[in-house]
């Protein structure tokens, strides 16, 4: 444990991070998108309501917005934080210096993604406090935003993994980024396609759904999108267990997938960020 | 201290090492010369547990560079021949980054950095952004990041590229504090008579293999195989011609007006004998000398010579 605060690389990226002027711009203008967006909304359903109150619904719908904002911000920020993470120090000429001291590869590596990591908490943390506007209005509960938040570290977690691995694997950061928002676009998109025509292929006209059907609940299971959805409003949670007939619950197989991708690509990166030499019998 | 073995790298087909078999003791100051792609940063690259050789092995303080990277790594001090420095961080962030790196205590870094900074007078500099640097300071604070955790083997690829004369001078002196120090120093070069000023031992490398090896005077007539021989005489010119046209070791004599020089491949011994029976044959012999050749252009004819082979 004590490690980790002391860890070499964790401490200087941040040092490093924070002293570029583009990470405070960075939070400041992510702050400002927010709060704009959501003082808008605010002040748009005043506009059309003639009571001049929020009532709860809207609130809910300002919370879920909010939600997708934040998946939005972890899904495209997270990958651009990470997919240069080692090939940058590569095309730096900082790299083999840092191969060649006593650190290990699991905390050259740790140190590498937790930095990106703290930095991309940070940024949801700073989103807080206008979150809790939603509070103000009713309708949501602060366990939801609890879990809410720890599937999105959860997410972040994942596609960070996945940039620090082909981070390590290929030389290139450019190509490392291009592959990692790839595979981001992949966990998004092409999976909530499978998932809609696993569905439909399910679906008889005469009997609707009969049998349970893994492929829709593979790929629905593994969406960021359909989680966050069955996650803020518990209908959504029912469709998808009538379209699928699994009840395995959705969040528990995202968990599953997600934890097992981040191991697997940080497994894989701390054991090709040096070269494999012979092990000692 | 270091002992290396059949130590082989294949690029391809092409290979960049070929059974280099190499011994260094220790505290001895290293000088590794070749040409361009003759071999050399391949070879500390393996040394420095960054690339994995194809065949072969090395050892440094009886640990195999292949089976036991993780303790090579706490003995040597790699200096690449290129490297990039972290623009955000100041002189004395970086050195105290590499010393946490090694797992320094932040009590014993805090009194190491002026030491190390005062050793390649960096002083002035310790709180300036390292990007700001000049190439030859940078080059010195990256000494001094190598010594941080008191290394005793320092492998540093081509240190005084892109020196100026002076800094040149200033690292070679550092190189000879170092090697006061005890510790064992393996500097590579392409330029042999920069590295005969401040090494014990030479090695030369072309393609891939080690052609000679030993003391910087060793060195010289063993990559000369043949020397240069003058004879300055009183007179009887003639007598002298016929005298060593006979011996077997001669070749190439040319005369001028009395002196006359050849090539001579004998040994030192036969040298002596060949000096011995010219007096007693009374060749009125006012000097024998041998020519003094550049360094210079002893290595150039024998990595030519190795290239034609
Ligand atoms: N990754 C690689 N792939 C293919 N060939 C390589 C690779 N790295 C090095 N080589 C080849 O290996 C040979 C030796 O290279 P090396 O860098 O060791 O030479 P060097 O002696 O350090 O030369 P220089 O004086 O130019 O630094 C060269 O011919 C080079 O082209
Ligand atoms: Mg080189």
């Known amino acids: ?23 405070f711009s960075g939070i400041m203008f992510y702050l400002l998108a927010l709060s704009i967006f959501v003082f808008g909304f605010i002040f748009v359903s005043m506009e059309f309501n003639l009571s001049g109150f929020i009532n709860s619904q809207e609130s809910v719908l300002l919370f879920s917005l909010l939600t997708f904002v934040q998946l939005a911000l972890t899904l495209f920020i997270t990958p651009g934080m990470t997919a240069g993470s080692i090939s940058s120090e590569r095309e730096k000429q900082t790299l083999n210096i840092l191969l060649t001291t006593a650190q290990s590869s699991f905390q050259i590596i740790f140190g590498k993604m937790s930095s990106s990591i703290v930095f991309l908490l940070l940024l949801l943390i700073a989103g807080l406090p206008i979150y809790s506007l939603v509070f103000l209005f009713g309708g949501v509960s602060p366990t939801q935003l609890l879990v809410i938040f720890a599937f999105l570290i959860l997410t972040m977690l994942a596609i960070g993994s996945i940039g620090v ?9 450019i190509l490392s980024m291009i592959v990692t928002y790839g595979s981001m676009l992949f966990l998004t998109g092409v999976t909530a396609f499978f998932f809609l025509i696993s569905m439909r292929m399910n679906v008889s006209s005469t009997t609707g759904v009969t049998s349970p059907s893994i492929f829709a609940y593979f790929w629905g299971t593994i969406n960021p999108i359909a989680l966050m959805m069955t996650l803020i409003s518990p209908e959504m949670l029912e469709e998808f267990y009538e ?4 009840h395995f619950p959705i969040w528990a197989g995202y968990l599953i997938f997600y ?19 012979k092990k000692a019998r | 201290m270091i002992e290396i073995k059949g130590l082989t790298k294949k690029y391809g087909s092409f290979y960049a090492l ?11 100051v290293f000088g590794f010369v070749g040409a361009n792609g003759a071999g050399k940063s391949t070879t500390f690259s393996i040394l420095s547990t960054l690339l994995q050789p194809t065949a072969g092995d090395a050892w440094i303080d009886g640990k195999s560079v292949t089976k036991h990277a993780e303790e090579i790594r706490k003995l040597i001090g790699y200096m690449p021949d290129f490297f990039g420095v972290y623009d955000q961080l100041k002189a004395d962030e970086y050195l105290d980054f590499f010393g946490s790196s090694y797992g320094i205590p932040a009590a014993e870094r805090k009194k190491l950095i002026p030491q190390l900074l005062e050793l390649v007078n960096l002083t002035h500099k310790r709180y300036e952004y390292v990007d700001v640097l000049s190439r030859g300071m940078k080059q010195r604070l ?3 990041r190598t ?22 001078i200033e690292m070679r002196d550092i190189l000879k504090q170092l090697k006061s120090m005890g510790k064992t120093i393996l500097i590579s070069s392409h330029i042999l008579p920069e590295l005969a000023e401040m090494c014990d031992e030479i090695g030369v490398i072309d393609n891939g293999k080690l052609i000679a090896h030993g003391s910087v005077s060793t060195i010289q007539t063993q990559l000369q195989g043949e020397k240069v021989l003058t004879v300055k005489l009183q007179d009887d010119l003639e007598k002298a011609i016929s005298f060593f046209e006979e011996n077997p070791f001669i070749t190439g004599i040319e005369t001028g007006e009395h002196q006359l020089s050849f090539r001579y491949r004998g040994s030192d011994e036969e040298q002596m004998e060949l000096l011995k029976k010219a ?30 082979a």
Do not use: W, Y
């Open chain 1, 259 to 277: 934890s097992i991708v981040t191991v697997v690509c940080l497994f894989i990166a701390i054991k090709r960020l040096r070269v494999n030499m």
């Open chain 2, 142 to 144: 990256c000494l001094a």
């Open chain 2, 279 to 308: 007096v007693l044959a009374n060749i009125p012999i006012l000097s024998f000398a041998e020519e003094e050749k550049d360094l210079e252009d002893v290595f150039m004819a024998i990595t030519k010579g190795v290239d034609e």
């Open chain 2, 18 to 28: 070929q059974g280099l078999d190499l011994s260094i003791g220790e505290g001895t």
């Open chain 2, 147 to 168: 010594l941080i955790h008191d290394p005793k083997v320092l492998i540093l690829d081509e240190p005084a590229s892109g020196l100026d004369p002076r800094a040149r």
């Open chain 1, 243 to 246: 379209v699928t007939k699994i």
């Open chain 1, 165 to 173: 691995m082909f981070s390590t694997i290929l030389r290139k950061t």
């Open chain 1, 1 to 23: 444990m004590r490690s980790m605060f002391t860890n070499p690389v964790l401490i200087k990226e941040l040092k490093l991070r924070f002293r570029a002027f583009k990470s």
